[in-house]
DNA sequence: GGTGCACCTG
DNA sequence: CAGGTGCACC
């Protein structure tokens, strides 16, 4: 007779357990209460919700800026931005697109100032020659041309500099003309921030209309597909529509692999992001007019560009230093520091984004990072929160290039064997996916060099998984079944519709040891409904006598693999999860 | 035939 | 967790 390590009473529906567990981090066990039914087909959660099995990364409080002293004047940016370029038809795009809009918008102000900036434009060429490539080449467009209209501002402002550095002369030196300058200097500097903060909206509204677009055509896709799997079946078919996606959609120089960089920036971020710079934006409106704008955030999506201190050191530097005032070259030295920071809070912003998305732990810290240098687990990576690795000590140019080469690059770190942190790895990916298929797995682990060999070790980790999981349901089912006839003297139906398997019971903490050893990862709730449905389907099985035919379990599987979730786009990342 | 799966075994 | 086996599917 096989023997059950533990009483009924921990899988019944009593909210107080007989054995509760405070290992496990969660606040909010759910209980969910299951309509009464028998057929395996009208068990609840089958119908998933779209937002359940993604934990909401944990939001840290921002620490100091990542790279800020890096964007002073003199700093690194410019090398970092030399990895990245952006093709000549771009420019030229950009350029005329430019041309049109300033046209429209500063009443013909501009085209005095176009005539003779040509030369200048060459310039902005060389300047946007490095900036950084991207498979968006409207996109790109739309960041270059917003940094156009900036420098192009700060060109038309010359004549009229000269103009009141030439009234000055006349005034012999008057007080007059200098405060006139500056005054002038300082609207200049506002109409700098309102297109700054344009561009900024400009980014990450392109940002959110990405990831919408993802969205949205995963959402056709899978209605294309559908039929009657409901939500779940088609955020399976999502998946794999995903998988594929990423490595046959056309050419693009390389600029796919940023595409999915930028894919990496989750709803929540943005979400995130959007409401902070709301209540930024609020809290400026009940200071003064949108005129104050601070430059806190400004900018902050045009970092992404990584080479905006060239634009910072190399114009910015020019026009009003030549004038050799002083309060001049004040308020351009002003303006430089102001634009460094900026651009130091734009990467910074960045990277918190990033690693906010990949902080998907609830409250460890997360462990050194295979692939990065030794000092990776430090405390400040940790604060950081990126088990992925993304941060870590060295100096911050050596953080950065790291940052841009791996997300362009990840498949440098590839490797042919498969380690204990892709175990890991795989463990955590089981509690969204059971059956993730090899090409699933190979979009999931762009570390790894996968062959045949490799991918079937895979494949044969999540078979075991998947044996585990099963074994675990069937004893618990089959425990509960004998519980109930002890208890209850005689069997009853629907008796699966008071079985959970709550972040309290001993069932949660056997899988959750299994899957999730360190206890470092929040196992979502999807987890755990997908449990609850596979104990029921035993159950019923169990009770009904069904399980004296061989083939019982398989109507279980059937039911299981369609309640496979999208694993987290964190999880795309390379690297090793926390230990 | 290749692949993926469950099942069994160690 | 991995190796072996048989089965089903394409």
Known sequence: MQKYLLPAGDLFCSPVMDSPTDLFDDSAPQ???????????????????????RPAPAFRPSGFPLIH??????????????????????????????????RGERNGQVEQGMEGEEGVMKEEDSLLGVKKRHSDATLVAEWSQDILKVKRMK???????????????????????????????????EEARERLQALQEKVWRAFGENHMAEEEEKTRRCRNRGGDGG?????????????????????????????????????????????????????????????????????????????????????????IEDEGEEGGQKFAQALKLELGSAVARVIDRVLRLYTEMTDVTSSSPPAAISFLPADAGNDEGREKGAWMGLLTRG???????GYVYLL?????????????????KAKLMFFYARYPSSNTLKTYFPDVKFNRCVTSQMIKWFSNFREFFYIQMERFA????????????????????????????????????????????QVPERFIEVSEVALREFYSAIWTGRDSDPCWKKGIYKIICKLDSPVPDAFRLPGCPVG
């Open 31 to 53: 209980m969910h209460t299951f309509a009464p039914t028998h057929s395996s087909t009208d068990l609840p959660g089958v119908h998933p919700q779209p937002s359940a099995g």
């Open 69 to 102: 002293h890096l964007l002073q004047p003199g700093g690194a940016p410019r090398r970092i931005g030399g990895q990245l370029n952006t093709n000549l038809n771009t420019r030229r795009h950009l350029e005329d697109r430019n041309l049109e809009e300033d």
């Open 155 to 189: 060109l038309e402002s010359r004549p009229r500099d000269g103009e009141a550095e030439e009234g000055g002369r006349r005034r012999e030196g008057g007080r007059e003309g200098k405060r006139k300058e500056r005054e002038e200097l300082k609207e200049q500097l």
């Open 231 to 319: 939500e779940r079946d088609a955020g399976m078919m999502e998946e794999e529509d995903v998988t594929e996606g990423m490595y046959d959609e056309e050419d693009i120089d390389g600029g796919e692999m940023e595409k999915e960089t930028f894919s990496l920036l989750s709803v929540s971020p943005f979400d995130n992001f959007h409401k902070q710079r709301e209540e930024r934006q609020k809290d400026r409106g009940e200071r003064g007019s949108g005129g104050g704008l601070h430059l806190e955030g400004v900018m902050e999506g045009a970092g992404l560009w990584l080479d905006c201190g060239g634009l910072v050191r190399g114009d910015w530097h020019g026009g």
């Open 395 to 401: 100096t911050d140019e050596e953080k950065i290039r």
């Open 408 to 424: 362009n690059w990840p498949h440098v770190y590839t490797q042919e064997g498969l380690s204990p942190c892709h175990l890991k």
């Open 478 to 521: 089959r425990q509960a079944v004998r519980e109930a006839l002890t208890r209850d003297g005689a069997p009853r139906l629907g008796r699966e519709n008071q079985m959970r398997v709550g972040r309290d019971t001993e069932l949660y903490r056997i899988l959750n040891m299994h899957y999730n050893k360190s206890n470092v990862y």
